[in-house]
């Protein structure tokens, strides 16, 4: 395994996670729904990594997953919350605490916070 590579919706999806991930980590945009020449292109790009799979939690984003957890079978999921608004939305500590929580962010030196109850 060389690492991470990150699927997301979009290139403000992508903006979003970039504030706070390393270069080191690859992010790759279906542009919407993805056809069989950019799933083919995307599994190309990700080659020996571990694929995390980052949707919006709206109907296409469901749909746009589920295609890509069949080419991806092993990918890990990040989900956002419905009441955020899609990922370009959710705020960036919460994304950082769910990508830190699969190690890959380092943890940091302040606590974790806990959305278990609606969080900020």
């Known amino acids: 395994m060389d690492g991470f590579f990150v699927i997301v919706e979009g290139k403000n999806d992508a903006k979003r996670l970039r504030r ?3 270069e080191s980590v690859p992010i790759a945009m279906t542009h919407g729904l993805p056809g069989q020449e950019r799933l083919v292109r ?3 790009m990700a080659r020996h990594r571990q694929v995390v799979v980052i949707t919006d939690a709206d109907p296409a984003g469901r749909r746009i997953r589920r295609i890509l ?3 991806f079978p092993d990918a890990w999921d990040i989900y956002t919350k419905p009441g955020f608004n899609g990922v370009e939305h959710t705020p960036t500590d919460y994304m950082e605490d769910r990508f830190r929580r699969l190690g890959i962010i380092p943890a940091s030196d302040s606590s974790m916070i806990d959305y278990s109850s609606g969080g900020p």
């Open 20 to 22: 706070f991930l390393p």
């Open 42 to 44: 995307l599994r190309w």
């Open 69 to 71: 957890k069949e080419v």
